[in-house]
């Protein structure tokens, strides 16, 4: 086995920490407490050619791979969460269901202007009444002549506002259950389609997620992505995938948390002496670089499967479910070991915490996540 990254991957997860460090760092403060979506910083990742890195060149891509999509997701999150998170959902939601479903035509207006970062993408799943239960979605689209006609709504829409497309899945056949949902392309700024308030969250405020309402939105017949019907299969799809870029995302907040609260152990003092000289502090900093080791092991090995073209659903919902979950712990030891300083503002463990809460939620739950690894385990007849 070869546990080393080759010399593309470290050549991309450099530069990405080079970056994160210069540009992204310095604002996760100010993103933070304002809210604002850093448009510019996406604008300089776009230059340096990071918005599209594991597709093809010829699609306005880098031409990397699903590991090296991770190590870039995984820096900017030790940078910034919302950053990370819009970053994520861009490469993972908003371009990959096109890179994976798209025609020619597709990738050349859609894809390739996203990935060459002149736009950041979305993808419209959740509703209102369809959350883990994406299959109960309730937005239709009739075809009337040439064009799908789109009516329905949708909520915690990551990038929504400032994406060039939307991705929407729509019942297209109302009366096939799950086999009659698509998955359609909404150009930014079609008629009829608009966008809710910029949501309050508890973290990862830079990150817009909004609510959609789409009525009467009419786009052409064309832009139906992949086969009508296959919608349902889709997104199962995508969201394994994009189950790894969020498993990134928890070990760079974490990591970012682990090295926080080790500086911390040893600078500050009690009783004469460091904290970390006490045990009760440097286990908590032992088990922070245990879960690191173990969660990112995890999350590389879903995505070198993935990029192997082997069936890696199962890896991806146990690197995402245990990269989250010990993430926020990570996090919430952090804030111990700072003791009252963590739960400031002042320090920045209090807003990683926040910012890894969603990780647990996003990308399916932690529910969700053992009900899908139980099933593989078990066998999906078990219970039925």
């Given amino acids: 086995m070869d546990f080393d990254l080759t010399r593309e991957q470290l050549m991309i997860r450099d530069a990405v920490r080079e970056f994160t460090e210069r540009e992204i760092m310095p604002k996760a403060r100010h993103v933070d407490e304002t809210g604002e979506f850093p448009t510019d910083t996406f604008r300089k990742m776009g230059e340096l050619g990071l918005m599209g890195i594991p597709f093809a060149e010829e699609d306005g891509g880098a031409g990397g791979d699903s590991v090296s999509a991770a190590l870039a997701v995984e820096e900017v999150a030790r940078g910034c969460g919302s950053t990370a998170l819009a970053y994520s959902a861009h490469m993972g939601l908003g371009c990959a269901p096109i890179a994976m479903f798209g025609n020619a035509e597709h990738k050349q207006r859609f894809l390739k202007p996203a990935a060459s970062g002149e736009y950041m993408g979305a993808f419209a799943l959740t509703e209102p009444h369809a959350g883990s239960d994406a299959g109960s979605t309730r937005t239709t689209a009739r075809l009337e002549g040439n064009s799908w006609v789109i009516n329905g709504s949708k909520m ?229």
């Fill in 156 to 384: 915690w829409i990551t990038n929504a506002p400032v994406a060039g497309h939307i991705i929407v899945t729509a019942r297209t056949d109302s009366d096939k259950g799950k086999r009659g949902i698509s998955a359609i392309i909404v150009p930014r700024a079609t008629p009829g389609m608009t966008f809710g308030k910029h949501e309050l969250k508890m973290g990862l405020r830079g990150s817009v997620s909004t609510a959609i309402a789409l009525e009467d939105v009419r786009v052409p017949r064309e832009n139906l992505l992949g086969e009508r019907g296959a919608g349902f299969k889709q997104f199962l799809q995508v969201l394994d995938g994009g189950r790894i870029g969020i498993g990134a995302m928890a070990i760079g907040l974490a990591q970012a948390a682990y090295e926080a609260a080790k500086s911390y152990a040893k600078e500050r003092e009690a009783f004469g002496k460091p904290i970390g000289a006490y045990e009760s502090v440097s286990n908590m900093i032992a088990d922070m670089a245990v879960g690191l080791d173990a969660a990112r092991l995890l999350v590389y090995r879903a995505a070198w499967l993935k990029d192997l073209g082997r069936p890696y659903v199962r890896e991806a919902a146990i690197a995402k479910l245990y990269a989250s979950e010990i993430g926020e712990k990570t996090c919430r030891d952090a804030i111990q070991v700072f003791g009252g300083y963590g739960y400031s503002q002042e320090f920045p463990v209090e807003r990683l915490y926040r910012d890894q809460r969603l990780l647990t939620i996003g990308e399916g739950t932690s529910e969700i996540l053992r009900v899908v690894i139980g099933r593989y385990d078990l066998g999906s007849f078990v219970g039925n």
